[in-house]
């Protein structure tokens, strides 16, 4: 069935370092790559998404990358601060609802 | 404007009662979509509504979950009998249609089975 691996499970980052999060799907019929960010007691919100006509897109200091042949997208947070300490989520679509991968839990030390 | 709200914000309730959830959409989004969110995990996909058409219950886990969707807009999510592997938050999110369409989410309602 439909998966998304995501990598890794945590990771911590000096404030001001950059924070790489991977993720993998199978279903290659996907063309919607969402991201979300999750902070304790709240609803995901969207911080990024990437279709897939496009290899790559960019919002400040949030960058998403994807790679259809390998079906892999990764996000890219640069200069991070403390307050993108959160759990963040990769998610592929093909049919409008989401598959999610199981979550990155990303601290920044100030 | 006016995000996804959903209610209760929290339920407590007793093996084996049935419980009622809610959500109200985004004004004008076509498209709402359940999720569930089980300590620790990801989210996992329960059942979505676009317009009138018939919805998708593939992600239900049993017969004991449904949902309706009256009026296209506000939503409820039943739980028959409920078990203590239901205890788990419930998200609600809604878009401007199917498809490639940012689902946006409401805070969810925190459910926990004693």
């Known amino acids: 069935g439909e998966n998304v691996e995501q990598h890794p499970s945590t990771l911590s980052v000096q404030e001001g370092d950059s924070a790489v999060i991977k993720c993998t799907y199978s279903d290659s019929a996907s063309n919607y790559f969402p991201w979300y960010k999750q902070e304790l007691g709240k609803g995901p919100q969207l911080i990024i998404d990437?279709?897939?006509?496009?290899g790559e897109k960019k919002d400040q200091r949030i960058a998403v990358t994807l790679n259809k042949t390998a079906k892999h997208f990764s996000l890219h947070i640069t200069e991070t601060q403390p307050e993108d300490s959160a759990v963040y989520f990769c998610a592929a679509s093909s049919t409008g609802k989401l598959i999610f991968g199981q979550g990155t839990t990303l601290q920044v030390k100030p | 404007g006016a995000g996804v709200s959903q209610s209760p914000s929290n339920k407590v309730t007793e093996k084996g009662k049935d419980v009622e959830l809610r959500c109200d959409p985004i004004?004008?989004?076509?498209?709402l979509y359940w999720y569930r969110q089980s300590l620790g995990q990801g989210l996992e996909f329960l059942i979505y509504f676009q317009g009138n058409s018939a919805p998708d219950k593939s992600g239900l886990p049993s017969d004991r979950f449904s949902a309706e969707r009256t009026g296209g807009s506000v939503s409820t999510l039943t739980i028959q009998r409920t078990q203590q592997e239901d205890s788990a938050v419930y998200l609600c999110?809604?878009?401007?249609?199917?498809?490639?369409?940012?689902?946006?989410f409401g805070p969810g309602t925190r459910l926990l089975v004693l």
């Open positions: 004004s004008g989004h076509t498209a």
């Open positions: 999110a809604s878009s401007l249609a199917r498809g490639q369409e940012t689902q946006y």
């Open positions: 990437i279709r897939s006509n496009v």
